[in-house]
């Protein structure tokens, strides 16, 4: 085990998280822990915006340093009067911190290796590579030589930072990379929780570590109820599993062959990942890394939500949110819409009239009903200019990556409806939960019988017309939204209720609206991106919303033995709901995760090495023979998932063709000429002819191995002017090309 790395990487994280903290707390000054457990997110965008401009001229440890330090001398600025800042919320915000790290890294230290199967190692582990590889941003396309990638990298920018400021050797960064938005992740939710819990009233430390468990450890109802199939008798399994529309054989749990991968497959045609899935499943992948981004919005937006000044809103509206949105798109474009949601939420929810933040002159007046109406109206104009704002901060991105991919893609409606029973297994937890939370709040107003029996009715009307018309999500959350944004408009229901309202939205849009792209059929990569930034808002108003079921931080000194019925029973059930979230599937997957672990490492390797040794070795020599980014050629690959183009895959040498991935972001008619090309080049007779080609793609090295050999037979260039043998082992060739000796 490479524990030098993860001392390494601990102390480079808590360091920055450090250095955050003076900035954090100007940004949110009222928590405990001084803003803490956003201050890393908050470093992250403060450092890697500027990368993306400079990064165009150069990249690499220089300009990182040197934005670095200008962010150093920013926060010693922030931090010249002082710092209030409770040592015991810091300690336990670090804690939380140290301990996500920690945990994650132990997962991938039982599986570290980066393989082609089961997910997308080989496309984040190349980008990453290509990054550390390349002088200059956009990083090359590893499976399409001489062009840029066509795909949001920014998430692998930050984890090309870290990795620089660390100086690992990148075949042991992926783990920690992993391991640190996972950390940054989990500590987010749990500030927010914590904050969120302590403004209400409730015991914050119940509210940070429900949150923190219910986005790190916890998930859906699939695996708990599967333990209850598993426990009942047999005729009354079968009907349970008949109501969901699941076969009982599937359902059944033994544990000696559990597998993680069925919760994450429940609604038919769509991905339901939930975090703790995601990072046993290991990609670095962009729905995953955008989340502390997304937390770093949140607080901006929560700084605004209890900003007292219309000056300090509109900082932080057109100021300090731009950058944060801008990175969120570069990190992972099916967040910006979101970020641009909880823009105009909370325009139109806080209690800041949105018109406040027009200038006085031509501020319109406005009152009762009126003014009412106008909320969301005025705040969907008033954050409009944010777009284009986000777009500039992160233009290089946008010029040359979005505008490049924004033609794959096309709008589309009406998809196939998410059946009841999937969809209550995936969702079903959290909509409980709201709905006593937002029928609790909404039954204390008791000045407003009338409209709260209005708002009563339409909740019951958007759930009867979604049930008559098979719109499951439109009845089961929809009434959600009409409830918490009743439950915000007539009482302050606090931040927590517009994450409610922001997720329901979103479960509401994907069963009406998807955005068709060539990564999968149908709605399939629409309900994956969202659901996975639905369970992040979700976590942290559930962790607030069950801890206002506890006893209050106001009854300190009661214990469980001193409490009521009523109260034991809401303890009781709150527990049971938590464990029944986490228990079972992490003490299941878990446990077979580590069962089969050898000597724990970070070595990203090590699965090549263990199932393709003489090509592990013959990479490891390219790795540490080869630097720059020359051309490389070797088989494209049409399968997708399987072991191909592993020396670019693997080192961030781009090669001609690669995975048919590429196919889906460059333009595919080039894609299939250079696979054709490539076929030529291993096939041809002509040393003449296959020089042309390999100087048309100015490559330098030919990679010859089993893939090669099944498809193009036994072949030798070794003869041919300008070519020789550089690497050789008993399976793998790896010839050197020089382009002025080629045959002319």
């Known amino acids: 085990m490479e524990y030098g790395v993860v001392l390494t990487w601990w102390v480079l994280l808590v360091a920055l998280l ?41 990249f690499g440890l220089p300009v990182t340093l040197g934005v670095l330090a200008v962010f150093a001398g920013v926060s010693l600025w922030s931090a010249r009067n002082g710092l209030d800042v409770e040592r015991r919320a810091l300690a336990m915000t670090l804690g939380v911190f140290s301990a996500a790290f920690l945990f994650l890294l132990a997962v991938r230290a039982a599986d570290p290796g980066v393989y082609a199967s089961g997910g997308e190692k080989f496309l984040d582990y190349g980008l990453l590579r290509s990054l550390l590889r390349g002088d200059s941003l956009p990083p090359e396309d590893f499976w399409f030589a001489g062009e840029h990638v066509v795909y949001y990298y920014g998430g692998h920018l930050v984890a090309a930072l870290f990795t620089t400021l660390a100086g690992t050797d990148p075949r042991f960064a992926y783990g920690p990379a992993l391991a640190s938005f996972y950390a940054m992740a989990v500590t987010a939710v749990f500030g927010f929780g914590r904050e969120l819990a302590r403004r209400r009233g409730y015991r914050p430390l119940a509210g940070g570590a429900l949150a923190a468990l ?4 916890a998930s859906n109802l699939r695996p708990p109820a599967r333990v209850v199939v598993t426990l009942l008798p047999d005729g009354l399994g079968r009907w349970l599993t ?83 949105l801008g990175l969120l798109l570069a990190t992972n474009t099916w967040s910006f819409p979101t970020g641009v949601g909880l823009a105009w939420l909370a325009l139109a929810l806080s209690s800041h009239p949105p018109r406040t933040l027009l200038p006085e002159r031509v501020r319109p007046s406005l009152d009762g009903v009126r003014a009412e109406v106008a909320r969301p109206v005025v705040a969907l104009l008033l954050v409009s200019p944010v777009v284009p704002l986000a777009l500039a901060w992160t233009w290089p991105f946008v010029s040359t990556v979005l505008l490049a991919g924004a033609s794959k893609q096309t709008l589309a409606v009406l998809p196939e409806r998410s059946p009841l029973g999937p969809f209550v297994l995936v969702h079903g ?33 958007l759930a009867a017309f979604g049930w008559l018309f098979d719109l499951v999500g439109l009845a089961l959350a929809g009434p959600l939204v009409a409830a918490g944004w009743y439950a915000l408009r ?44 639905v369970w992040a808002l979700w976590a942290i108003a559930a962790g607030v919303a069950l801890s206002g079921f506890l006893p209050h931080a106001r009854d300190r000194r009661t214990g469980l033995r001193d409490l009521d019925r ?18 079972p599937y992490a003490s299941l997957s878990l446990s077979r995760h580590f069962a089969d672990m050898g000597d724990p490492s970070l070595d990203a390797f090590e699965t090549a090495e263990d199932y393709h040794p003489y090509e592990a070795a013959a990479i490891e020599w390219l790795d540490a023979n080869v630097s720059g980014q020359p051309t490389i050629v070797s ?34 008619d ?35 191995g089993p893939l090669e050999r099944d498809a193009y037979g036994s072949v030798s260039f070794a003869s041919e002017p300008g070519i020789r043998v550089a690497y050789e082992n008993e399976k793998v060739t790896v010839y050197a090309v020089n382009q002025s000796a080629l045959a002319s």
Request: charged letters at 15%; one cysteine or more.
């Open 18 to 58: 450090g250095l955050g903290v003076p900035v954090a707390s100007r940004l949110v000054p009222d928590a405990r822990d001084g803003g803490a457990f956003v201050a890393l997110p908050l470093v992250v965008v403060s450092v890697t915006v500027p990368l993306f401009w400079l990064g165009r001229l150069s």
């Open 214 to 217: 219910l986005f790190g450890l």
């Open 242 to 324: 008949g109501l969901v529309g699941t076969p009982y054989e599937t359902a059944v749990i033994d544990p000696g062959t559990f597998s993680y991968w069925p919760a994450s497959r429940v609604i038919p045609g769509t991905i339901n990942e939930f975090p703790l899935f995601a990072y046993l499943n290991g990609d670095l992948h962009a729905h995953m890394m955008s989340v502390p981004v997304l937390a770093a919005a949140l607080a901006v937006l929560y700084a605004y939500w209890h900003a007292d000044g219309a000056w300090r809103r509109r900082r932080l509206v057109y100021g300090a949110f731009p950058p944060v």
């Open 429 to 461: 937890a959290f909509l409980a939960v709201f709905a006593a939370y937002l029928a609790r709040e909404t039954a204390r107003d008791t000045a407003a019988r009338v409209l709260a029996a209005a708002v009563t009715a339409l909740c019951l009307t």
């Open 490 to 533: 007539r009482r302050d229901a606090g931040y927590e209720t517009m994450l409610v309202v922001a997720g329901a939205g979103l479960v509401v849009l994907v069963e009406f609206v998807y955005l068709n792209d060539a990564a999968g059929a149908g709605r399939f990569n629409t309900v994956f991106k969202t659901y996975a930034q």
């Open 566 to 583: 009523a109260s034991a029973v809401r303890v009781a059930l709150v527990a049971l709901l938590v464990c029944s979230l986490c228990v």
């Open 635 to 668: 088989r494209p690959s049409s399968d997708v998932y399987q072991w191909a183009n592993p020396a670019s895959s693997l080192t961030g040498i781009p090669t001609v063709a690669g995975w048919v991935h590429a196919r889906n972001y460059h333009d595919a």
């Open 670 to 704: 080039v894609y299939d000429r250079r696979v054709r090309d490539v076929d030529f080049i291993y096939t041809i007779d002509s040393a003449d002819s296959r020089a042309l080609l390999l100087d048309y793609y100015d490559v330098q090295y030919i990679y010859y």
